[in-house]
């Protein structure tokens, strides 16, 4: 089928449609190891049924890698007693499991028009600029991800930018620039609420439920395990 | 509007209301004190004379959907509280989760006792990593104070709660969808029936109900059903928590009774932005139609709203003005259904992703007159023929702008441009100011997230 050119480039559309190419890549394993693989075995029993850790495990894979390659989906196919497909099935849904390698941070700017109407696509086409052609995958220095975000539940404060999840509100172009230069000069900047965002590993960790202490576990947490590693603070 | 006192958003102003102490300070867990000396049946029957209806967008009596719940099946019953908030436009949830986790629990350990659930879980969006951690640390805080755990305040009763982090995916909001997601699968929404009701959680009896929704629940038990009756509308009791955006001066959650009318909830939030003409706006999120200044009056109540040809939805109002380009919004809202639709659905699926391009056409100027047909009648073959309604949710912007912003669709096709862009870019817009005080009449300024300022972000 042919098409207008103007058809072809999703122009609005994230750089989640680039991880269907780079899903190829891998890593050596195995990924989850010692403590994470007690931790894996904890989470599990949080739960009534063992596969409702799923997505917990592939966030802990998340934590240990920065990503979640094939590798990381096998280990946790084989804990879980699935097949890998089933997990990659499970793995492929969700836009916060990394499917290709990711920046140490990952830059979100809201899109919806709560937040376009507020600046928010002037936000993130800057962004790219200042970012480059790659950010949407991952800057050559490794830092940053951009992405094209959807509503972020935060639209009276448009334009919401967050990094690894943690929000800025009202974020003016000069803002974002001195952010990214803070960022790459390893200062990162408070955000709005929950404190100092940080590296996407240790982000991964929370939402594995590791920041978690519920049900309260008789066994203690290993020492700087049990608020989630970095982030957040406050 | 005669003098209203906040409810939901009472202990907003206080920082310490995210604590257990300050909630306590503030008659926290009073209304599950009163819960627990009642019999199960009768908390049902009190949430039910109260009148709740359910806030996550379908306003379903939430006493009701309770009294569903089938004893002694052999299964456990569960509780799962739908904290996913992702409708383009709503962020009460959030609030409500970051500045008062007690209320949500308070609410959540009601439900589940007159359902009689020991295992709850929070299923709360990935996107929230901090509101999430507030609840969290709320839910260790209400373990360590005997709130949660065995035998709670020496009632007898148990619970252990859970907070399930999502991992980016608006159709896990859905409540099968959630199911799926919480068990471990794709978030694809189920067939109904069986309801969860019936067939939720692990095949079991499962309540689900919206942040909102539990939020409200130990003030009926508190203060009793005919109170909290006596606020709003016959039909949509209680207060609700309206998130306005977009332009407007003041964006921000603005605590009223039901069935407040929609000018004075703009009015709240400050009036349009800089004075300029009200152009259009949504009730209750993007999959809300759309409705026009002359809607105005319409009271905000689930019935009115419907009968003004649109839908309460999560009670979301997105403003825009006269230089807003109504088919970018309606394209961008699409960019996001299409992006968001599970695929499990074709016409959903293929619906989305049509409408998307025929729309991208539209606003970049190559439209054709027949291009407007088109998309109405896609969207009728959308339109109730999915698993769940996020493909009816994605009709509504489109249809409606049709409906009501026909000419300007005639204009991007006449001109060959969008009329109100300047080189087919977004026009700059500077940031929203401070955003709103969120209480009502009592208005007041809010402690506001951290104001990132340029001194201090290293230059
Ligand atoms: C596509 C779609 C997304 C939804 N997202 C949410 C959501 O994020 N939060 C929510 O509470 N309800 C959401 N709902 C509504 C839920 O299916 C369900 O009706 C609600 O959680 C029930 O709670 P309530 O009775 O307290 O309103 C969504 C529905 C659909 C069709
Ligand atoms: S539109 Fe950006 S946070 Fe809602």
Known sequence: ?234 | MAEFEPVLTARWGNPDAASIDGYLETGGYQGLRKALDMEPDAVIEEVKASGLRGRGGAGFPTGTKWSFIPQNTGKPVYVTVNADESEPGTFNNRELLERDPHQLLEGAIICAYAVRCHTLFVYCRGEFVWPGTVLERAVAEAYDRGYLGEDIQGSGFDLDVMVHRGAGAYICGEETALLESLEGYRGQPRLRPPFPAVEGLYKSPTVINNVETLSCVPHVMDRGASWFASIGTEKSTGPGIFSISGKVERPGNYEAPMGTPARELIEMAGGIRGGKRLKAWTPGGSSTPYLTPEHLDTPMDFDSVQAAGSLLGTKAMIVLDETDCVVDATLRFTQFYAHESCGKCTPCREGTWWMERVLRRMEAGHGRTEDIDLMHDVGQNMLFKSFCALADGAVSPIDSSIKYFRDEYEEHVRLGRCPLKDEGRPRLEAASPRSGGTTGETAQELPEGRELSLGEVLA
């Open chain 1, 1 to 234: 089928m042919t098409e207008a050119g103007h058809l072809r480039v999703p122009q609005w559309q994230t750089g989640q449609l680039a991880p269907v190419a780079a899903a190829r890549e891998d890593v050596e394993g195995p990924v989850l190891t010692g403590d994470a693989r007690r931790l894996a075995e904890r989470t599990i029993a949080k739960y009534p049924v063992r596969r409702s850790a799923l997505v917990p495990l592939l966030y802990l894979v998340q934590s240990e890698v920065g990503w979640v390659p094939r590798q990381g989906m096998r280990e946790v196919a084989e804990i879980l007693g699935l097949t890998t497909a089933e997990v990659e099935a499970v793995a492929t849904f969700y836009t916060m499991l990394k499917l290709h390698p990711c920046g140490k941070y990952v830059v979100s700017i809201c899109t919806n028009p709560s937040c376009a109407l507020l600046g928010g696509r002037a936000l993130y086409e800057r962004a790219k600029e200042i970012l480059g052609e790659q950010c949407e995958h991952i800057t050559p220095d490794g830092m940053f991800t951009l992405e094209e975000e959807e509503c972020l539940a935060a639209c009276d404060k448009a334009p919401v930018l967050a990094v690894n999840y943690l929000f800025y509100d009202r974020v003016s172009q000069e803002l974002l620039e001195r952010m990214i230069e803070g960022i790459r000069a390893g200062h990162v900047p408070e955000a709005a609420r929950g404190g100092v965002p940080g590296e996407l590993k240790d982000v991964s960790r929370t939402l594995a439920g590791m920041g978690s202490q519920t049900p309260p576990q008789p066994d203690t947490v290993p020492a700087g395990e049990g608020e989630g590693g970095g982030a957040p603070g406050g």
